[in-house]
């Protein structure tokens, strides 16, 4: 990411679920914010959306992997959560959504600053102030320390949290990924919902080609991709630091998750998405 610019991957994510609404009548993950968070600027990203590599399956994904936060969410709001933190939030609308507001789900958004400054200009076209329960949380993965800046803005370290961190882990090192995952561990009763992909190698070509094809696009734009994941390693990575009862879903399983669909193809594409808990 280019310094005191925002996030460039998060508006071409945030035009890929305005298009699931536009194109799929947002039949796996609706939003009815996405359009006007995306606001007049993002017509030209539209009409280039096709160009993005693996166009159809990433219009699916974007709109899949919210959706699957969406329903961890929910199963920890009806455990008594309430708390929620949105690590690398982008233009996420789940603060103007919040369905839980009346229960009291307070959300913090944690983003590195200019895309977090970005986002706080885009709420306010929604009202003259931010979402109630909404605290935005300017901080940068493997530089600030997330325990800190979350406290400093009124998030309690001794209640459960649920955290999600979409199009994230592609962005950050190992190390940097682990911190936030040994941050996670150290809370009881909380959760983490992500989305992750695996290296090229390990995938089916068609699935290889779309990966070798946004890493490149990636890279071009200033956001590298850093950290490419087995699922394996994953599932060694969080259960060592003591997070348990992981779940984690190929593009295969999201399909037939969310679009009903009976095939029995196996193979790996690239994206996962994946749950985890800390044990009360
Ligand atoms: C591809 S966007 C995804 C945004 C959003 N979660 C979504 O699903 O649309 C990646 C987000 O991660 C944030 N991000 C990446 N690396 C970061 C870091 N080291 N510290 C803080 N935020 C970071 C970016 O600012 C951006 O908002």
Not at 58 to 67: G, V
Not at 72 to 100: F, K, W
Request: proline share 7%.
């Amino acid at each position: 990411m280019q310094i005191g610019t925002a996030s460039a991957t998060a508006l071409v994510t945030a035009a890929l679920r305005v298009a699931h609404q536009t194109y799929d009548d947002g039949r796996v993950f609706h939003d009815p914010f996405a359009e006007d968070m995306l606001g007049p600027e993002g017509a030209p990203l539209m009409m280039g959306l096709p160009i993005v590599p693996g166009y159809r399956m990433m219009r699916f994904l974007m709109a899949a992997r919210s959706r699957y936060a969406d329903d961890a969410l929910a199963e920890a709001v009806a455990r008594g959560c309430r708390q929620a933190v949105v690590l690398g939030a982008g233009l996420d609308t789940l603060s103007l959504r919040n369905p839980y507001r009346a229960a009291g789900l307070r959300i913090f958004e944690v983003d590195h600053p200019a895309t977090q400054a970005d986002k706080r200009r885009r709420l306010l076209r929604f009202g003259p102030r931010l979402p109630p329960n909404l605290s935005l949380v300017p901080a940068i993965f493997g530089k600030d320390d997330i325990a800190v800046a979350l406290a400093t803005a009124g998030w309690r370290a001794n209640e459960p949290t649920f955290f999600q961190m979409l199009g994230v882990v592609v962005y950050l090192t190992a190390e940097i990924r682990q911190a936030l995952f040994g941050f996670v561990a150290d809370l009881p009763g909380s959760e983490i919902a992500l989305d992750y992909s695996t290296p090229p190698e390990s995938q089916l070509p068609e699935g290889r080609a779309v990966t070798e094809a946004q890493m490149v696009e990636a890279a071009k734009i200033d956001e590298p991709w850093l950290g490419l994941v087995t699922p394996e390693a994953l599932a060694r990575e969080l259960t060592d630091l003591g997070l348990s009862d992981i779940e984690d879903l190929d593009l295969l399983q999201l399909r037939q998750r969310y679009l009903g669909e009976t095939s029995a193809g196996t193979g790996d594409f690239g994206p996962h998405v994946l749950r985890a808990r800390r044990p009360a």
